[in-house]
């Protein structure tokens, strides 16, 4: 049973420019959360998705932006990228809080 | 508005021994539940243990324990017999409006601790 996938690995992309990040969820999952996790800090929560829908978003500009799609994958939108936004993206899936959200392994994203 | 606090960034402990990394949160909802992960320097966050804030006793899975006291609002992890693997960074996060069995809501995690297990 694949856990959460994401892709890609590692991205390096240049001020301005815009990024996509992709999120497969565990298999029987339906809800999708992307948080942002700079160098030594803990996550911040940037939105969730669930039955295609943003359910909740955190205190990230509208840069960011996103996609969940019938199969529950999601995709993460990045608009005009800054150094700031220089971080480790985590994806995470979820059914039943008291399983805990299983978190995929992130991307690496460089802004230069 | 939700705040979790870890004020250990960093502990050290001995191989097979018992090490407890604090946690404390701040919220004003009654219902809640409280999470602890693991991030090994891989980057992924695995999950370990959950208490709900109406769960009467503390959660236990294997080696992992919550120490919970809800008038003191903390949330401490206890690892017993610490091994060589157990060294990585550990996050207590919530997620308030917890109904035990959704999982509606952001987490909000702490900064983490870093545990370094010797040998």
């Known amino acids: 049973d694949a856990g959460v996938t994401q892709s890609p690995t590692h991205l390096i992309k240049t001020r301005g420019q815009q990024v996509t990040l992709r999120c497969s969820p565990k298999?029987?999952?339906?809800?999708v959360s992307w948080y942002q996790q700079a160098l030594g800090q803990g996550p911040q929560f940037i939105f969730q998705y669930y039955e295609e829908e943003e359910r909740q978003r955190g205190n990230f500009p509208d840069r960011f932006s996103g996609h969940q799609f019938p199969n529950y994958s999601s995709e993460l939108n990045v608009n005009a990228l800054l150094l700031g936004d220089s971080a480790l993206y985590l994806c995470?899936?979820?059914?039943?809080?008291?399983?805990?959200?299983?978190f995929g392994p992130g991307t690496r994203l460089t802004v230069l | 508005a939700q705040k979790i606090t870890q004020t250990q960034p960093g502990m050290f402990v001995q191989e097979k021994e018992a090490v407890t990394l604090d946690c404390t949160y701040d919220t004003s909802d009654p219902s809640y539940g409280l999470f602890w992960y693991k991030q090994p320097s891989s980057g992924e966050m695995i999950f370990l243990i959950y208490?709900?804030?109406?769960?009467?006793q503390n959660a236990t899975e294997g080696r992992y324990s919550l120490n919970f006291q809800k008038a003191r609002k903390s949330a401490n992890l206890v690892i017993s017999a610490s091994q060589l693997g157990d060294s990585a960074m550990y996050f207590c996060?919530?997620?308030?409006?917890?109904?035990?069995?959704?999982?509606?809501?952001?987490?909000?995690f702490g900064q983490g601790t870093i545990l370094t297990v010797h040998p």
């Open positions: 996060a919530m997620r308030e409006g917890d109904a035990g069995g959704t999982s509606y809501g952001k987490l909000t």
């Open positions: 208490q709900g804030s109406y769960d009467q």
């Open positions: 995470a899936s979820s059914f039943k809080v008291r399983l805990g959200e299983y």
């Open positions: 298999s029987g999952h339906d809800t």
